[in-house]
């Protein structure tokens, strides 16, 4: 497949991209108030967020480990999430069920509710629920995460699973952040999981199924396998997260940090996403696998360019 690469972050001449706040969506009481502890009473505490997701684990096995062992400690996570100012910790229900309590009312939790290990091939990518909404509840979170694999021949499957999710979560009043992947060998063939294709299609399928928020990565590039227009729209990194933003539509956009970056690779990164019109970012490798001194400030860095994108409380 042939790939146009990624033309790196040059700066942008216009201001930042509008982005959905808390007051323009129409969602039920609990759903704003949740939102509302993790835009304006944790975290940046300014309508922004930046999450730290601890699901590795079961995604990719002890492995993520091995560069900061201390890591490989949940409480050490959530003392790193409280330390360091996070909207809230993403973790699957026996990580929140055996530490969450002890950290209760100190920072947010947001309950991941499925997963798979990467042992078997991701041809058929299904990520089987772990969790429930009501377990979200019971644990007192203050969201819940769900893995949808866009593109995967499982797709209808998971897309129906989602429903089911969906419908609990308006029940309960519980915000749905869904983790959009595009994966399986249909998306390989139309430009690959990263190709702006690929990503701008997953984000408007999570604002479609009834996502409040949806996570995604950063396109890395355009494919001359990807239907037209793709191939020939621009590849500047900036206009290619603006564009998977308005997919997004009235959805909340996290974009993800991936694997670790440099520290000057990581704060570009975030200058690119939050000019675009993302709501926050979601970092669990690129903050975890450091020290604990060097993650406290990385972090206060990030929070430094999220101080420069927020939005106005309106109570």
Not at 28 to 46: E, V
Not at 175 to 197: C, F, N, T
């Amino acid at each position: 497949m042939a790939t146009a690469s990624m033309t790196k972050a040059k700066p942008v001449s216009v201001g930042p991209a509008p982005r959905p706040s808390l007051w323009d969506l129409d969602i039920s009481a609990g759903k704003k108030a949740r939102l509302y502890r993790m835009l304006y009473q944790f975290g940046p505490r300014n309508g922004t967020f930046v999450f730290l997701p601890l699901d590795q684990g079961l995604e990719h096995g002890p492995v993520d480990f091995f560069q900061n062992p201390d890591s490989l400690d949940t409480d050490y996570i959530f003392r790193l999430g409280i330390a360091g100012e996070y909207s809230g910790v993403a973790l699957h229900v026996g990580l929140a069920e055996k530490y969450y309590p002890k950290y209760a009312g100190r920072i947010p939790l947001v309950l991941k509710l499925n997963g798979r290990t990467s042992i078997p091939s991701e041809a058929q990518a299904l990520s089987p629920l772990t969790g429930s909404v009501d377990d979200a509840v019971r644990l007192a979170a203050d969201a819940v995460g769900y893995t949808l694999y866009v593109g995967s021949p499982s797709q209808e499957h998971d897309i129906a699973t989602l429903n089911e999710v969906r419908f609990d979560c308006e029940r309960l009043g519980m915000p749905l952040i869904v983790w959009a992947y595009p994966r399986g060998e249909a998306i390989e063939k139309k430009g690959g999981r990263d190709s702006l294709y690929a990503v701008d299609y997953a984000a408007r399928v999570a604002e479609e199924l009834g996502a409040d928020i949806v996570k995604i990565n950063l396109p890395k590039g355009t494919s001359t396998d990807s239907p037209k227009p793709y191939p020939s729209l621009p590849t500047d990194e900036w206009e290619m997260a603006r564009k998977v933003v308005r997919s997004a539509g009235r959805c909340m956009v996290l974009f993800s940090g991936g694997s670790k970056l440099g520290d000057a690779d990581l704060i570009a990164k975030v200058e690119v996403c939050m000019k675009a019109g993302a709501t926050g970012l979601i970092f669990g490798r690129n903050m975890w696998q450091r020290t604990w001194d060097d993650a406290l400030s990385i972090g206060r860095r990030v929070h430094e360019v999220l101080g420069h994108y927020g939005i106005k409380d309106r109570t």
